[in-house]
């Protein structure tokens, strides 16, 4: 099979490699499309914090069950399915405390083992999320919602709650979407006026310029003369970051879902007279892929919602620098096998 291999930063290569055979607990899949995200391009720069190489990229993964190993119950051959590239131990305190998403000893597929960037990939029968009658597309995105979706939670939201969302890339979309699903009260800021626009016109919501004179002004406007009391900022933006604790009323709480490599910073004084509560949102659980899922085969969220641009897994490595990493224009992309 093919193998789409990051030698080092900027350095991509393929090359031939046996086909998996799945162990006893394992689902073999034949990929059918892949995901691109942040995490793929800052990892092809050599940005991405929590990388080795070298590595096969590719955690949002959608493919056909081809073969099973002997202990698998679940799936059979011939159904579509979506990974959780999440591994965990199951053993340590987080796991234990059903946490595995932020596990001591996780290991993400794309990430800290070899990922999707293959014509196929063994992955263990716990981490697959049966996709059945789902676009291949939309399919490969559910772990991109999914993020968005244990951002929401991590939030601990309720209808009505007011909430800006700072960053309008996949992710942030994705938060602004599944939170007008479950009720919220929602607006989004960034500071590209073609995400403001695509934002506005798929969801309908305030969308503001955080860079506006008028923008607190603004944002109060949206939630009834006050600062929102839930902030969930996507951007992995040290700026946007350290002004979180300014976005929110008192007694409010922060969920940083965007990683940046650096020292936050923030007004001490600040953030004890509002007794603010800040989070990092991590990964996602099996919970967030089901509720992603459900909410895609209800028509709530969909692949147009972030997908901008398809690309062939065979000529990914030429174009990859030009039409992926420098292209300002690409919101979301899926490469297609």
């Keep these: 099979m093919k193998s789409l291999i990051c030698r080092q930063p900027t350095q991509f290569e393929y090359k031939e490699r046996p086909v998996p055979t799945p162990a006893e ?15 793929d391009i800052h990892a092809w720069a050599g940005k991405q914090p929590f990388f080795n190489y070298p590595r096969v990229l590719g955690h949002e993964i959608c493919g056909d069950v081809v073969a099973i190993g002997n202990n698998v119950t679940h799936f059979h051959i ?3 399915a979506a990974v959780i590239p999440y591994i965990a131990c199951n053993k340590c305190s987080a796991c234990l ?3 595995p998403n932020c596990c001591e000893n996780i290991s993400v597929i794309g990430v800290h083992q070899d990922g999707g960037m293959v014509e196929y990939i063994a992955v263990p029968e716990s981490n697959v999320l049966l996709a059945e009658g789902i676009d291949p597309a939309a399919a490969a995105l559910i772990e991109p919602f999914a993020i968005s ?5 991590r939030a601990e939201c309720a209808p009505g709650d007011s909430v800006l969302v700072v960053g309008g890339g996949p992710i942030g979309l994705g938060v ?8 919220l009260n929602i607006a989004l800021a ?12 798929l969801l309908g919501i305030p969308v503001l310029d955080p860079a506006s004179p008028q923008f607190e002004q603004q944002l109060r406007a949206n939630f009834q003369g006050e600062l929102p009391n839930k902030v969930i900022d996507a951007t992995g933006n040290e700026i946007a970051m350290n002004n979180s604790v300014n976005l929110i009323r008192h007694g409010g709480q922060i969920i940083f879902v965007g990683l940046f490599k650096g020292n936050l ?24 892929f089901a509720k992603v899922a459900r909410l895609m085969s209800e028509g709530k969220i969909s692949a147009k919602m972030m997908l901008s641009h398809r690309f062939d897994f065979s000529s990914l490595a030429v174009i990859y620098e030009t039409e992926i990493v420098n292209n300002k224009n690409l919101l979301k992309a899926v490469v297609e096998f």
């Design 176 to 183: 602004a979407a599944i939170g007008l699903a479950d009720g």
């Design 97 to 99: 405390n059903h946490r």
């Design 149 to 153: 979706a244990h951002a929401i939670r």
């Design 78 to 80: 011939g159904q579509q």
């Design 190 to 201: 960034d500071t590209q006026p073609e995400r403001r626009a695509h934002t506005h016109n």
């Design 265 to 288: 910073s923030f007004s001490d004084p600040d953030f004890h007279k509002k007794e603010t509560t800040m989070k990092g949102s991590r990964n996602a659980t099996h919970e967030d």
């Design 25 to 39: 607990n394992e689902v073999l899949l034949k990929v059918k499309t892949v995901g691109i995200c942040g995490t």
